[in-house]
């Protein structure tokens, strides 16, 4: 069996370089909240409208002539498949995204008008990862897990240098805190990296809190058979990666569950006070901050991941106030 | 009569760069319209959510200590109010605003939670201006007009020095066309000021396409009293002002009206391709370009000028798609 690469520091540093070179800094807010001023980064405001296309292009500028040739293949429920057809198309490379058939519009759209094939398949009954991994076999094709994977970790990761660059420009101080979205933990894990100094909490929605389980048992959980519905499509990851999980774990990190009802008001607060468009699972951090399940202190960097909406789900959710 | 002061090129540079002290430039978007990649600047991401800062600030850092301590009033719907309530915080300078009493609610407790007195008059019966000028006679305080100022008009325009040095380090050469709301048309004249070889096209609502008119007219015409109903509550107003009249009829500006629909069908793109909450007023610029009442060419800069919406009023736009 091959050894898996392991994500690094040095790795995360690289990335920020290689994405510092085509991309601008998604920008940083500050807000008050809790009598503290915490820093917002908007990775809504990304190209694709979520941080997934640093990983995206992390690994896929580390791919050589021959793989890049053979093409790649992502599973995803649309910002990594965004991430990844974006970072294809401006490499050249064709790109095959496996996406639920029940993905929002927006996110499947977004793909498609990137120029990737968008294979279908049914969240219920079928295997997202077995369809991509048949694909890409029977291609030759290049696998961009979503997470499970040491470039993705550390192109995520690139967000947290930038910030960190960010918050000192702006005299906020060195990040004594960390709280971020978490599907499969590879935001949380990259920004681990990215700010050793840093405490972590990652954030998941009521029921799909397998990442907080996990770090409390010390061992991988997968989310329960009974999680609830969540408006929270990006973050619907039945069960971490090893990769993610142990840099997690190593740092002592801590989860933290939200309710629906709380990343909803959340994403009401971002489009009043921050004219943000934030979609469900890109609001979860800051959802724990306004809802005191995270205590603000001065340092505090909640990353606010994604700003792929379906209209119509938005447009109830702003109404619900 | 005392000679009033004439805006400059010159005080456009001088509070470009008074301005790029306190305030990190807005992002700039580039979307592809009508095949051509047009340049939006969001100025909607303003901590007041709108560009209003810019002129406030250029004004009230202007005033002398003996002026400062006496204070300053304006009349505004609400974004220019947030901007001078902003400045002033900033400069510990007192303001009173005098806001019509059917003013978003945001707006108004923007304005309120930046430590200014908010002073209601009824928009149908009351005259804003007078009620404004006799609160500034009594207290000695210097009036603060939104668009009708040459320090207001000046600071404005340094959303155009910031655009044109984003779009060049973006590659997207000379600023060739101004797309950009107007309202008194303080933006505008200020943009043009900024960018001098730049055409200049001043977009308003239906009906409330004053400047329109009064461009063709080759004098100030005021709107007609059968005005619509507008969703634009920060593009009402009744008259332009010499000032900015003169420095837009001078350039050979232009103007288009948009229809509230197309207003809509912008907020909505904003939404999804931008993930950015634009008022209505704030639109009509994207609105004209999408709709093809503007002409897409290489070098457009199209200005996204406001954020602020009241979130029932913004739900009902997003699901009217």
Redesign the interface.
């Known amino acids: 069996m091959a050894v898996v690469r392991q994500p690094t520091r040095a790795g995360v540093r690289d990335a920020a370089a290689k994405v510092a070179r085509i991309l601008?800094p998604t920008?940083l807010f500050t807000a008050r909240i809790g009598g503290v001023d915490v820093a917002l980064k908007a990775e809504?405001?990304q190209p694709v409208?979520a941080f997934k296309i640093r990983g995206a292009w992390h690994r896929l500028t580390a791919l050589d002539d021959a793989a890049r040739a053979k093409g790649v293949v992502a599973f995803s429920s649309g910002n990594h498949a965004q991430g990844v057809a974006w970072a294809a198309k401006r490499l050249g490379i064709a790109a095959t995204i496996v996406m639920p058939a029940d993905a929002p519009a927006?996110k499947r759209d977004g793909t498609l008008a990137l120029g990737a094939e968008v294979v279908s398949f049914d969240r219920a009954t079928e295997d997202r990862v077995q369809i991509a991994r048949s694909l890409a076999e029977a291609r030759g094709a290049t696998l961009v897990p979503s997470f499970d994977d040491a470039w993705v970790i550390e192109g995520q990761g690139s967000a947290g240098v930038e910030a960190a660059a960010q918050m000192a420009a702006a005299g906020l101080g060195p990040v004594t805190r960390i709280v971020a979205p978490c599907g499969g933990g590879g935001l949380a894990a990259g920004l681990a990296l990215a700010l050793p100094d840093a405490g972590v909490t990652v954030v998941e929605p009521e029921g799909w809190d397998d990442m907080r389980r996990s770090l409390e048992a010390g061992w991988i959980e997968p989310v329960g058979d009974d999680a609830p519905p969540t408006a929270c499509d990006a973050l619907q990851t039945q069960r971490v990666s090893p990769l993610t999980f142990d840099v997690l774990s190593r740092r002592g990190a801590e989860g933290v569950a939200v309710s629906e009802a709380e990343t909803a008001a959340a994403q009401?607060w971002a489009?009043?006070r921050?004219?943000?468009?934030?979609e469900p699972g890109g609001a979860v951090a800051l959802a724990a901050l306004l809802a005191g399940k995270v205590r603000p202190e001065s340092g505090t960097l909640a990353i606010l991941s994604g700003?792929?909406?379906d209209?119509?789900a938005?447009?109830?959710v702003?109404?619900g106030?």
């Open positions: 601008p920008p809504s405001l409208g927006t009401r489009a009043e921050l004219r943000l468009v934030i700003g792929n909406v209209l119509a938005y447009a109830t702003l109404r106030g």
